[in-house]
Nanobody, 123 residues
């Protein structure tokens, strides 16, 4: 079964940190690009970061540049999102998703999505 499963979300105070995981099954994360997205009810889904099959990273969201880092562990077939200095506006459901092209980069849309993990940042 081709799928991705997110975990690691939770409730934290402003300034705190979280590490999200995206465990991939049915495909290799060194063959496909995988990205992180977030969505708030009533707002458009936001593309934040992507890491290509070869490990090149792309930053899409200016609001999290310098605070979030994407990485992967090929042996564990898992993508990570390291989130630091969290702010209330980071509150959202965070999704990971595979990009369509085999051995591709972070282009061309997504074909496999996870169910998401909730991140809540509040005092």
């Amino acid at each position: 079964q081709v799928q991705v499963v997110e975990s690691g979300g939770g409730s934290v105070q402003p300034g705190g940190s979280l590490k999200l995981s995206c465990a991939a099954s049915g495909f290799r994360v060194d063959y496909y690009a995988v990205g992180w997205f977030r969505q708030v009810p009533g707002k458009e889904r936001e593309e934040m970061f992507c890491i290509s099959s070869t490990g090149t990273t792309t930053e899409f969201a200016d609001s999290v540049k310098g605070r979030f880092i994407i990485s992967k562990d090929i042996a564990k077939n898992t993508i990570y999102l390291h989130m630091n200095n969290l702010k209330p506006e980071d509150t959202a459901v965070y999704h990971c998703a595979r990009y369509k092209s085999l051995w591709g980069d972070c282009k061309g849309g997504n074909d496999v999505w996870g169910q998401g993990t909730q991140v809540t940042v509040s005092s």
